[in-house]
């Protein structure tokens, strides 16, 4: 019976001897599992002696492991990229530069381009185009500023109620304000190289 207090302390410190080996096992085994192993397992070991050590030393102490590059299995299908769809910007047209009317013609382009609301750029581009503003400038049957062949011109004059004679496309007034009918009613469509 004297010896039994005895006993009972060897078989509680044989009982618990395989713990404190593998406690002791992992105390030894830590710096060997920081340098080859990855930063989880660190973390593993860190949360383990975490008790021990106090918190301030836990950084100074442990350093930081280094990576060591591994293979990489080339076998492995990468996947597939997207197609990446590149939007073409539309183009933007080139304004065409005013064109100026001589200083003794501007007043009629002015005058008719309000009256039948229209641009006056585009129709002093159409006479600088036919007839660089040439009253007298012919070729073949076309004759004028806006080159009108005669039946052209009688169609539209009469239209507008006025005289059809052939021979006012020279005149610049008239021509004028005929071309600005003209433009009105069907655009620049009759004169289809000028305007593009």
């Known amino acids: ?30 710096p060997e599992t920081l340098a080859q192993d990855s930063p989880r397992e660190l973390t593993v070991v860190l949360e383990t002696q ?24 080339m076998n492995v299908a990468s996947p597939t990229p997207s197609p990446i769809l590149i939007e073409t910007p539309t183009p933007i047209p080139t304004p065409t530069p005013d064109v100026w009317a001589p200083p003794e013609l501007e007043g009629w ?42 039946s052209t011109w009688s169609n539209y004059r009469v239209q507008m109620g006025l ?5 006012l496309r020279t005149n610049a007034e008239e021509s004028i304000k005929t071309a600005a009918f003209v433009i009105q009613q069907r655009g620049v469509a009759p004169w289809p190289s000028c305007l593009r």
Do not use: W
């Not at 005289?163 to 021979?167: C, E, L, T, W, Y």
């Open 163 to 167: 005289d059809p004679n052939p021979a």
């Open 1 to 30: 019976m004297r010896n039994h207090p005895f006993l009972f302390l060897f078989g509680f410190a044989m009982g618990y001897l395989p713990v404190l080996l593998v406690l002791a096992k992992i105390n030894v085994a830590a």
């Open 109 to 150: 382009f002015t005058q008719y381009a309000g009256s039948y609301g229209i641009d006056k750029n585009i129709l002093e581009r159409l006479a600088n185009c036919e007839s660089h503003f040439n009253v007298n400038s012919q070729n073949k049957d076309y004759l004028g500023m806006f080159q009108f062949s005669s």
């Open 50 to 73: 975490a008790p021990v050590i106090e918190e301030k030393h836990v950084s100074a102490a442990v350093e930081t492991p280094e990576l060591t590059p591994r293979s990489v299995d």
